[in-house]
């Protein structure tokens, strides 16, 4: 199904032009407009789901799939040095487009790109406690 005012939507379904790299029955590749890095790509399923949550399980399990293909793609025309896949869900999160994507960001020596995260600290006593919290 489509959303109507689903930027994403029209532009998955070719209601709306994109620099498209690749399009299959399930989902359309395309260039994002404020790329990371050359070559930066989004992956954007043609069903409408809002995020992670309510992507298909089907539509999960052949979303990787295709970030494998893309990134070979990538690495062999483009001579990246390694590659970044991700995925933002909820506005927390840092995701502005509700409709799920996954970026596709290929990584340059020296590119000047940081896609990092703080890194915490905690006991493994803290550790067990979330560990219980999630599978309790
Ligand atoms: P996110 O912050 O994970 O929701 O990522 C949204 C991404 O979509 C950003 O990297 C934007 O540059 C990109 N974007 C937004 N609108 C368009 C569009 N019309 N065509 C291509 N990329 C877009
Ligand atoms: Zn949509």
């Known amino acids: ?3 109507e005012d689903c930027i ?3 532009i998955a379904n070719g209601e709306v032009s994109s620099k498209t790299l690749y399009e ?3 989902f359309r590749v395309i260039l994002d407009l404020g790329p990371a890095t050359k070559g930066h790509a989004l ?18 399990s052949k979303v990787l799939v295709t970030a494998k293909r893309v ?12 590659m970044n896949l991700v995925q933002n869900n909820g ?3 840092g995701q502005t487009v509700s409709h799920f994507h996954l970026h ?5 020596q020296d590119d000047g ?18 560990r219980r919290e999630i599978v309790g």
């Not at 990134?71 to 390694?82: Q, S």
């Not at 596709?104 to 340059?108: A, E, G, L, V």
């Not at 790109?113 to 979330?130: D, H, R, S």
């Open 1 to 3: 199904m489509k959303k």
């Open 8 to 10: 994403f939507c029209k």
């Open 24 to 26: 299959d029955e399930d």
């Open 43 to 60: 992956i954007l399923p043609k069903e409408h789901a809002a995020d992670l949550f309510e992507l298909s399980e089907e539509t999960a």
């Open 71 to 82: 990134a070979a793609r990538m690495a062999e025309k483009l001579h990246c040095d390694g």
């Open 91 to 93: 506005e927390v999160a």
């Open 104 to 108: 596709i960001i290929p990584r340059y």
């Open 113 to 130: 790109q940081q896609i990092n995260w703080v890194p915490g600290k905690c006991t493994q006593e803290e550790l067990e406690a979330v």
